[in-house]
T-cell receptor
């Protein structure tokens, strides 16, 4: 079956602009996670959804970052007033409810000029 | 709180030699432990996981890892390296209960010499 998909695969934007990154989880997976991977680093947790609600958003770095999952499936990560330090690969993962294995998408590479 | 330390950001071995990638963790609660592999320009792929059953865990592509609670370690091994094993490897820890967000180490880049 289809895995986790993320769009766009690459996004180049200018400092100060607004961006949206989309994640389509595996069908039937109720848990959805966003991570950020900076160059040469391991992924860092941003936010976790169980269904439509954000169960844990402790990893969001500041209030410029926001994520939604209105119907409990597709999720959008929104970044306002982008900064050069936001440049990274943004990874999405999904899992079954209560499952311990997360399936990762290919990521969106965000470059802020 | 949880954390992971991967010793050695870069490991180089000869084809056919033993692969050993080190991972130590810190966790205030019983952990689940994972090894992921990332090939260039690809997403993370699960190699194996420890979920409080057998302490010696076998994964894909001939890799295995042993959970040692006394040493807080979860080192990854493979008896004989293959050229196709060249990639970035990440160790991760999560709590057994709750959000189960993954906390990753910094990664180890494995290079295989012919």
């Amino acid at each position: 079956g289809a895995g986790v998909s993320q769009t766009p695969s690459n996004k180049v934007t200018e400092k100060g602009k607004y961006v949206e990154l989309r994640c389509d989880p595996i069908s039937g997976h109720t848990a959805l996670y966003w991570y950020r991977q900076s160059l040469g680093q391991g992924p860092e947790f941003l936010i976790y959804f169980q269904g439509t609600g954000a169960a844990d958003d402790s990893g969001l770095p500041n209030d410029r970052f926001f994520a939604v999952r209105p119907e409990g499936s597709v999720s959008t990560l929104k970044i306002q007033r982008t900064e050069r330090g936001d440049s990274a690969v943004y990874l999405c993962a999904s899992s079954l409810f209560g499952g311990n294995e997360q399936f990762f998408g290919p990521g969106t590479r965000l470059t802020v000029l | 709180a949880q954390s992971v330390t991967q010793l050695g950001s870069h490991v180089s071995v000869s084809e056919g030699a033993l692969v050993l990638l080190r991972c130590n963790y810190s966790s205030s609660v019983p952990p689940y432990l994972f090894w992921y592999v990332q090939y260039p320009n690809q997403g993370l792929q699960l190699l194996l996981k420890y979920t409080s059953a057998a302490t010696l865990v076998k994964g894909i592509n001939g890799f295995e890892a042993e959970f040692k609670k006394s040493e807080t370690s979860f080192h990854l091994t493979k008896p004989s390296a293959h050229m196709s094993d060249a990639a970035e490897y990440f160790c991760a820890v999560s709590a057994i209960q709750g959000a189960q967000k993954l906390v990753f180490g910094q990664g180890t880049r494995l290079t295989i010499n012919p």
